[in-house]
């Protein structure tokens, strides 16, 4: 405690303005930069003040009851969550979670609808005629994309308002920051740079020449790979063409040139001849999935690596036996109640087990763990932080492999 | 695209059904309340803007905000706007408490039978 003084006090998410802008960033009145301040301190509010007393009544009441109940302990973590539903903390901060990501999807539509058409004419300024954009659109979006949209996220990543529509691209990109209460950083992309950084610390020698990056959005955790090693070509694909279109023109705008982004489905990748690239990642993007596709993306991810590559996912951890039951059930909250229905399944899987049944060698599996690179002037620094906010803090797992 | 659809567009229902942690009525008022407590923070750092902009342009002194006194008048102003507000915002208890008072009260679905009979 500094005296009284609050601004050396001060543990938060920073003022929104200080997030990056690029040509096809939209623009955001004052009220609307206040609305993305405001939920951001509310997530963090529920992280830091509501979570603790989720986790007391989880011990004192939730566990206390359930045994007395069914004299036994709680068993896994869906017993755990089940008994949590009844009890009134953990009703209150669903609740309220709930609708901090319904006003923040409704606060960052309104902002890029409203000016929908005006970024369209910027996405079609930046990108037409640039053969770094590929658009496939007789692409069949999957169930897993299409039976609910992730995390509340009206139209998913693919749905298009009009031809050249950017909107869902751009509502992605500048409200995100609400999630993560700016602790992806100025551009979003603390992820990227976090992989940028561990790929350079772990594999020194390593060159590549051709990255590619399977579920890429708007490309946040794409360029910095591209900016890492700007001898080599990024390539990006992802199911949304909004998304996309959106990537190339932010990318341009923000003077990363060695990218192109690719409307695929990384199951079937089969555009890209076997052995393309030299270094294959997916971040934050497996939970997003389905069991089958999950083993079909990373049966592609063997066919595509060049000798001698690396494919890298970065994820939140998986669910151990070591990891207490009440974390393990606060961890399962996105996949119940923020549509992220993979979440659950993905957490849980022997992920060693599907990357030698894809055809990886078990040593020649890579694990690590990562933290958002951030401005650190600017942002708070996820390795700092304390606060655990299940599912959301910008600290992951790496698991890969070498071949 | 018009600004009706992109309101209606903005507070779009993602696929996927609802779920409610509380009584179905406690949930819809809370998230009523959420909205506005939000628009209410945003009101809040508009008038600091502004202040900041008075204060940066000479216009305000530093301090003066808090010091201020307003005078008989306005004072009064003042105090009937936040008794008007209270007002409106209370309706519902008022009216619940004038019920109380009205045990012969009738429904008007019961008075629509009464009026519409034959004789």
Redesign the interface.
């Known amino acids: 405690m500094s005296r009284n003084d609050p601004a050396a006090d001060y543990d938060g998410p920073p003022d929104y303005r200080v997030i990056g802008r690029h040509a096809l960033f939209p623009q955001t009145s ?2 609307e930069i ?2 993305i ?3 951001a301190q ?1 997530n963090r509010h529920l992280a830091a003040n509501v979570v603790p007393g989720v986790k007391q009544a989880y011990e004192k009441r939730v566990v206390p009851a359930f045994e007395a109940a069914e004299g036994r302990p709680i068993a896994n973590r869906h017993e755990a969550r089940e008994a949590l ?1 009844a009890d009134p903390a ?3 901060w ?3 979670r ?3 990501m ?2 923040r ?3 960052g ?2 902002t890029a ?2 000016q ?2 005006q970024l369209a004419e910027k996405a079609r300024e930046l990108t037409e005629g640039d053969d770094r954009l590929k658009l496939d659109p007789a692409l069949q979006q999957p169930r897993y994309v ?4 992730h995390h ?5 990543y693919h749905t298009e ?2 031809p050249g529509d950017v909107t869902n691209g751009a509502n992605y990109d500048h409200a995100g920051f609400v999630t993560t209460s700016g602790l992806l950083g100025k551009y979003s992309d603390g992820g990227g740079h976090a992989v940028a950084r561990w790929v350079k610390r772990n594999l020194p020698d390593f060159q590549p020449r051709q990255i590619l990056e399977i579920g890429g959005t708007v490309g946040h955790s794409s360029l910095p790979l591209a900016q890492a090693f700007p001898e080599a070509e990024m390539t990006i694909v992802d199911l949304g063409a909004p998304v996309l279109r959106y990537g190339l023109g932010r990318a341009k705008s923000l003077g990363v040139d060695n990218v192109r982004f690719v409307q695929a489905s990384g199951e079937d990748l089969s555009i890209f001849p076997d052995a393309s690239f030299d270094w294959i990642q997916t971040t934050m993007f497996l939970h997003e999935l389905s069991t089958g596709s999950l083993r079909r993306i990373m049966a592609e991810t063997r066919r595509l690596l060049k000798p001698g590559g690396i494919v890298l996912h970065v994820e939140q951890p998986q669910y151990a036996p070591e990891m207490p039951l009440f974390e393990q059930a606060m961890r399962d909250w996105d996949a ?2 923020n ?1 992220e229905p993979f979440w659950s399944r993905m957490h849980e899987m022997d992920l060693d087990a599907e990357m030698i049944a894809a055809g990886f060698e078990r040593d020649q599996l890579i694990h690590g763990g990562v933290t958002a690179v951030v401005d650190r002037d600017l942002f708070p620094d996820a390795a700092d932080d304390d606060k655990e906010d299940y599912g959301r803090k910008a600290a992951w797992h790496v698991i890969g492999a070498t071949v | ?1 018009s ?1 009706a ?3 209606r ?8 059904k ?5 009584d179905a009525e406690v ?1 819809r008022v ?2 009523i309340t ?2 506005i ?2 628009e209410l ?2 009101s809040r ?2 008038t600091d ?1 502004l202040e900041r902009l008075l204060l940066e342009k000479g216009v305000l002194s530093q301090g003066e905000i808090d010091a201020f006194v307003p005078d008989r008048a306005a004072a009064t102003e003042r105090a009937l706007w936040n008794q008007e507000y209270i007002a409106r915002i209370l309706r519902i208890v008022q009216q619940e408490n004038e019920a109380v008072g009205r045990p012969d009260d009738i429904a008007s679905e019961d008075v629509a039978v009464e009026v519409g009979a034959e004789s």
């Not at chain 2, 567009?9 to 996927?16: D, L, T, V």
């Open positions: 004052h009220d206040e609305r301040n405001f939920l509310m539903l953990f009703q209150t669903s609740a309220m709930r609708m901090t319904e006003q999807q409704q606060a539509r309104w609808l409203r929908s058409e299409s039976a609910v949209d509340c996220m009206p139209g998913s308002y009009f119940y109640y549509n | 695209m600004i659809d992109a309101l567009g903005a507070g779009a229902k993602p696929a996927g609802r779920p409610y942690f509380l949930e809370l998230a959420m909205s407590a939000q923070a945003v750092q508009r803007t």
